[in-house]
Structures are given as structure tokens and as C-alpha cells.
T-cell receptor, first 111, second 115 residues
Framework: NAGVTQTPKFRVLKTGQSMTLLCAQD?????MYWYRQDPGMGLRLIHY???????AKGEVPDGYNVSRLKKQNFLLGLESAAPSQTSVYFC??????????FGSGTRLTVV | KQEVTQIPAALSVPEGENLVLNCSFT??????LQWFRQDPGKGLTSLLL?????REQTSGRLNASLDKSSGRSTLYIAASQPGDSATYLC??????????????FGRGTQLTVWP
């Protein structure tokens, strides 16, 4: 049972490049989330999804897009990366409003 | 907007001490409150979940209490061990219709337990 799997684990991008972060969960969870964690800022919600085919904005959605085409996958896209998007990104999932399971994170550096 | 505050930001104690971590939130209309542990360079691990109708939850040496009306929760760690060293975060889920399911996190308490 893999839980929540994030790929890639590390990435370095040049300003203006695009990339997609993939989150996959095998627990049949309805809810999925993308957070970013920055020193001194804590965890901030980027986007979330309460079911397949639905997405909603969180606290800091600008510069990111998401898609939930399949229940088990939640993709986070950066269309034109900026240095301000250097962060650690965490995906999480839960069965409706219950305990969250987190992935191990993706360290993204934008130079 | 829901704001979550954790005090202290950092705590350093000798092994064996009983300790209390504090979490406060501004909007008492919560669905549940969760405590997490984060080890350096790792993701978050769920420790305890307290429903809004509950007063406390226990897991091993951990006990979390919830006073919804005053907007406070405490995490009590008994007989601390060096392996308890980590950052502890609390998060609340608002009980507000369309935003149900969103968690609001505090910035955490960084705990160091020395031998």
C-alpha cells in the first residue's frame, strides 16, 4: 500500500519553464490537496479537489493550475515558473473530512 | 478568515519531561482539529484527530484536548523521548459549507528532546 506518492521528488527549473507535479493515491480518497511549505510561512493551500472532475482555489492559487481527471490523481501545473515558486510542495488526500495522508514532498527550485 | 497560532514556536527539553504544546484558532466554527508531526525533510504524519463534538483523543503517550468555545487545543506528550524531536503542527477544518474540507495550519512548534 503506497499511500500518497509524489513525483518528482526534486526539480530545478529555469524561470519561464513549465512543469507538472503528479500526485497519486491508492486509498480511494475523495479529497485531494496541494500545499506549499516555505520557511516562516507554514503550509499554504494552493488548490484542492473534493472529487473527480472538480477543483477549487485555495489561499495562494496564482501561477498554478490543477486537474483531477481521475479520482486517484491530482496534477499541479506551473505554466511559467518564477523564482517565487521555489518551495517544497506537498500533496495530501483524505476520505471526505478525515485524517489527511501526506506525500513526502517535491523540492522545487526555480533559478 | 480562520487563523491558527501555535505557541511556543520552539521548545527544548530534557528526556523524560512531560510537555504541552498549544494551538489556538480564531473561528470556533470548526469541523475537526488535527495534530501532525513533521520530521526534517519529510512529509507530515497524522497523529490525532478530534471531532468538534469531542473533548480529547489519546494515542499512546499523546493526548490532545479541544476547547472549541475558547478556540484552543493542547497536545500533551508524556515522558518525552529523543525520538519525539520533530515539528508539531495543528490544523483546523472549518465547518463552513462549500469550504468544508479545507485545513488551516499553524506554523508549528519545533520540539527538541535531548538525552
Amino acid at each position: 500500500n503506497a499511500g500518497v506518492t509524489q513525483t518528482p521528488k526534486f526539480r530545478v527549473l529555469k524561470t519561464g519553464q513549465s512543469m507538472t507535479l503528479l500526485c497519486a493515491q491508492d486509498m480511494n480518497h475523495e479529497y485531494m490537496y496541494w500545499y506549499r511549505q516555505d520557511p516562516g510561512m507554514g503550509l499554504r493551500l494552493i488548490h484542492y479537489s473534493v472529487g473527480e472532475g472538480t477543483t477549487a482555489k485555495g489561499e495562494v492559487p496564482d501561477g498554478y493550475n490543477v486537474s483531477r481527471l481521475k479520482k486517484q490523481n491530482f496534477l499541479l501545473g506551473l505554466e511559467s515558473a518564477a523564482p517565487s515558486q521555489t518551495s517544497v510542495y506537498f500533496c495530501a488526500s483524505s476520505a471526505r473530512v478525515s485524517r489527511l495522508a501526506f506525500g513526502s514532498g517535491t523540492r522545487l527550485t526555480v533559478v | 478568515k480562520q487563523e491558527v497560532t501555535q505557541i511556543p514556536a520552539a521548545l527544548s527539553v530534557p528526556e523524560g519531561e512531560n510537555l504541552v504544546l498549544n494551538c489556538s484558532f480564531t473561528d470556533s466554527a470548526i469541523y475537526n482539529l488535527q495534530w501532525f508531526r513533521q520530521d526534517p525533510g519529510k512529509g507530515l504524519t497524522s497523529l490525532l484527530l478530534i471531532q468538534s463534538s469531542q473533548r480529547e483523543q489519546t494515542s499512546g503517550r499523546l493526548n490532545a484536548s479541544l476547547d472549541k468555545s475558547s478556540g484552543r487545543s493542547t497536545l500533551y506528550i508524556a515522558a518525552s523521548q529523543p525520538g519525539d524531536s520533530a515539528t508539531y503542527l495543528c490544523a483546523v477544518v472549518r465547518d463552513r459549507g462549500s469550504t468544508l474540507g479545507r485545513l488551516y495550519f499553524g506554523r508549528g512548534t519545533q520540539l527538541t528532546v535531548w538525552p
